[in-house]
Nanobody, 116 residues
Framework: QVQLVESGGGLVQAGGSLRLSCVAS????????MRWYRQSPGKQRDLVAA???????NYADPVKGRFTISRDNAKNTVYLQMNSLKPEDTAVYYC??????????WGQGTQVTVSS
């Protein structure tokens, strides 16, 4: 019964910034992790960033130092702040929640396009 809705994608020039948001609704009261993935056409879906219920974070090497994942529990929202964007960051970005019962939920994705 959980739904995730991403927003904030768009077209940006290299070096620019975007902030993605993912709002969760439905019967979710706890989680093991909130994560952002991305996928380009013809390629696998790769983990970008994750934040655990305890607040620890981890990032894929290509985005370390540029992206920041955060959450607002009161708003049931997870964010991905993306700075210093590069053309290789172009992808559809997906929000994912691993809930307290270790069930995965996915958003529909939001397109991020970085021009050179």
């Amino acid at each position: 019964q959980v739904q995730l809705v991403e927003s904030g994608g768009g077209l940006v020039q290299a070096g620019g910034s975007l902030r993605l948001s993912c709002v969760a609704s439905g019967s979710i009261f706890s989680f093991n992790a909130m994560r952002w993935y991305r996928q380009s056409p013809g390629k696998q879906r790769d983990l970008v960033a994750a934040i655990t219920s305890g607040g620890s974070t981890n990032y894929a090497d290509p985005v370390k130092g540029r992206f920041t994942i955060s959450r607002d529990n009161a708003k049931n929202t997870v964010y991905l702040q993306m700075n210093s964007l590069k053309p290789e960051d172009t992808a559809v970005y997906y929000c994912n929640i691993l809930d307290g019962l270790f069930r995965n939920y996915w958003g529909q994705g939001t397109q991020v396009t970085v021009s050179s």
